[in-house]
């Protein structure tokens, strides 16, 4: 059974929040969105989530000693070893169980949360690492496409002409010019291991996700597109609205890869052109005046175009294929 | 009934992890500490300890699993070596401002680069200031002993603090020697089980472990990781004498050696203390008054035993396996700075020795007493032990 608005709208009213009000993320930020919808989710299904963070926007905003925002366990370590420390709780609580030194029976699933720096860059080789080693635990990226919490540095998932300050927008250069790592791949390659794209602007696909996810006997990895609406320059109410348009010009596919088969989860009926998304995020906009941008827009308008016909592709010839 | 066995130091700090049976080891191998992480993985595949290991991708994973599991409830230990100590030591500062107990067998190796993968106190002294309880082992028996010492002490509810078992590269952890292994139920009776306060897996009791810190308290926290290494001075003489109960081996903050009316004192940590008694015992033959003072703690620094144990001596002559490039080596400094207060000061010199690995021989330690006994040492001239000018 899928989670359902009627188990969420149960939690809602007995008023038991793992992730409280009181944070201190910015109006319109989409983080607190995706740690509120996937531990809910995870009670929702009747698990006690037990919670890690990277060192990030999410973590500092959330437990500012001596408060926090986490009526659930939860721990931060640093940057880049959220995956490395929550395989250390996941390893101590298959120990203190077989050793019958567990206080609850209660079944416990560990999340952990990164954001894109920590994840798809310096925290790579320790997810790689978690999940290779097949710990059981969800990770959990919000990815807003760039080192917001310092302000605003470029990624490996800054995407070409966004403005960022370790790679502005010059007289010679359109910002960044390289493409968003492929994260999801990277993961899914790792073969056994639930994989997935999710969105702001479809908090269901995303809870069904998260709840395969918990599901899944071993690592699961979401990837979130999640705006940093300071660092979008977009208006703080339009978070959802962008990621919206992010599914529908093929920018942000949402798809999953479970155990090396491929499945899309939501195939919009009609695209809208890559720039339509370009246009409607501020950090483009010194982009959009350079000379270059056209030559820009089209080799984007490529890509997701061909990476969607690739999707297609893959769910196709990797039907009922399961590779572990 | 205790059994003695010819085992090397490696395998000797591996029978203590085995008999402390701990919740989580997470492990990456280096030289020279693989043969610890070899030989518990062997306990573990062969069943003789149910303790899950986390075969991590690098050392600074280890430690972060490490600090995961703490974290979480779990008894936890690790070991590494020079460079992995290195890539650690991000999560080395944290670990112990988490006031976790983790127990980590350090393999001495010098820290690159160059690289070289043999025996020098680089590494130990690199997070000399990182907040672990730090002790010294001269040989494979101490390097036992104080693993099952640091495990006692560092779950102590007032200290709550992380330790480092120090041993040499290579010379300890390689070399084979006679062993007396405690039987196993005495030490896990010693040991006890860990009871942790506040485990992250207590999901009734929910807490945020590791959260941002600003001013307003991050100077209270620093101040009460510095009370837990008070307190763990208070309690290593308690821990030591229960401890010489169940093994008959006597620790202290200082191993002295032939002190009782000594006038020429060599300070060394570690294996080349078995050298320096041997260059000690050769001196009082011919009637020279000579002693040796061998820190076991490194950390909390025993400075009032340092200072009693040195006031009033003609020379102290204090060796280090390690440079601190600009400044005075580390434990000269360091008993240099405990000897302040000392009513008569003796004569001081400082000698660099063995970096890399290089061999270090009786003529070698008998250097340092013969410039003391000749009247010249000089405090303020760093002097190297069988470097090639």
């Known amino acids: ?74 721990i931060h370590n640093a940057f880049e ?43 790579l080789q320790s997810l790689s690492g978690a999940v290779e080693r097949g710990h059981d635990f969800l990770y959990i990226l919000y990815d807003n496409e760039g080192y917001m919490n310092t302000g605003n540095q470029r990624s490996g998932s800054t995407p070409p002409g966004a403005d960022a300050t370790t790679e502005p927008v010059g007289k010679v250069k359109t910002g960044k010019v390289q493409f968003k790592k492929n994260i999801v791949e990277i993961i899914g390659a790792h073969e056994n291991v639930y994989a997935a794209t999710a969105s702001t602007s479809d908090p269901f696909d995303f809870m069904a996700k998260v709840e395969k996810g918990l599901k899944h006997e071993g690592p699961a990895f979401i990837a979130v597109l999640a705006p940093c609406v300071r660092f979008w320059r977009i208006p703080e109410s339009t978070g959802p609205k962008v990621t919206k348009l992010a599914v529908e010009t093929k920018y942000w596919p949402l798809y999953e890869i479970d155990r090396g088969v491929y499945k899309i989860t939501r195939k919009p009926r009609n695209f809208k052109p890559i720039e339509e998304y370009i246009k409607s995020i501020g950090r483009f906009r010194k982009a959009l005046q350079h000379p270059e941008y056209k030559e820009m827009i089209e080799e984007m308008q490529k890509y997701v175009d061909t990476r969607w016909e690739r999707l297609l592709k893959l769910e196709e010839v990797t039907k009922g294929m399961y590779l572990r | 009934m205790p059994t003695k066995l010819a085992i090397t130091g490696a395998a000797a700090v591996a029978h203590a992890m085995r008999q402390i049976n701990p919740d989580v080891v997470a492990a990456y191998p280096i030289t020279p500490q693989t043969p610890i992480v070899e030989y518990f993985a062997q306990f573990v595949a062969d069943g003789v300890v149910d303790t899950v ?307 270090v021989t009786p003529t070698m330690l008998h250097v340092p007493f013969e410039d003391a006994i000749k009247g010249e040492l000089d405090p303020n001239e760093e002097r190297y032990l069988g470097l090639k000018e």
């Open chain 2, 53 to 359: 290991m986390v075969p991590v991708e690098s050392e600074h994973s280890a430690m972060s699993a490490v600090v995961g599991s703490a974290a979480a409830g779990a008894r936890t230990m690790t070991a590494t070596a020079a460079n992995g100590l290195a890539l650690m030591f991000e999560i080395v500062y944290i670990a112990a401002s988490m006031r976790l107990p983790i127990v980590m067998p350090i393999v001495n190796r010098a820290l690159s680069g160059p690289i070289n993968i043999h025996g020098d106190h680089s590494d130990a002294y690199a997070v000399r200031d990182s907040g672990w309880i730090q002790l010294f082992s001269e040989n494979s028996q101490e390097a036992y002993d104080m693993t099952i010492i640091a495990t006692k002490l560092a779950e102590r509810e007032e200290v709550l603090t992380p330790a480092m078992v120090n041993l040499d590269g290579f010379i300890t952890s390689h070399g084979v020697e006679g062993v007396e292994i405690l039987d196993d139920e005495v030490v896990r009776e010693f040991v006890g089980q860990w009871e942790p306060k506040y485990p992250l897996l207590d999901i009734d009791n929910p807490i945020t472990h590791g959260p941002l810190d600003l001013f307003d308290y991050y100077f209270e926290h620093h101040r009460q990781q510095q009370e837990g290494l008070k307190n763990a001075y208070k309690a290593l003489p308690e821990v030591f004498a229960e401890y010489e109960k169940i093994s008959g081996r006597k620790y202290d903050f200082l191993d002295l050696y032939r002190m009782e009316d000594a006038e020429y004192v060599m300070v060394v940590m570690n294996s080349a203390a078995s050298t320096a008694k041997y260059v000690v015992d050769e001196l009082r033959e011919k009637g020279i008054k000579a002693g040796l003072v061998k820190p076991w703690v490194f950390t909390p620094f025993p400075k009032k035993e340092i200072l009693e144990a040195l006031d009033g001596r003609k020379a102290v002559m204090v060796l280090d396996r390690a440079m601190s490039f600009g400044k005075e080596a580390p434990l000269y400094s360091l008993v240099k700075s405990a000897l302040y207060e000392a009513k008569e000061r003796p004569m001081m010199g400082t000698y660099v020795y063995g970096l890399g690995g290089r061999d």
């Open chain 1, 81 to 123: 070893n959220v995956a490395a420390t929550i395989s250390g709780a996941e390893a101590a609580y298959r120990s203190l169980k077989n050793r019958g030194k567990l206080k609850t029976d209660k079944p416990i699933k560990f999340i952990a949360f990164g954001g894109d720096g920590g994840t798809y860059d310096i925290g």
């Open chain 1, 1 to 74: 059974m899928p989670v359902n608005m009627k188990q969420l709208i149960n939690l809602v009213e007995k008023e038991d929040w793992p992730f409280t009000q009181g944070h201190r993320l910015c109006p319109g930020c989409n983080a607190p969105m995706v740690a509120k919808w996937a531990t809910m989710t995870a009670k929702a299904l009747g698990y006690e989530p037990v919670v890690g963070a990277a060192t990030g926007c999410l973590e500092v905003s959330t437990t500012i000693y001596p408060f926090t925002a986490w009526n659930i366990p939860y």
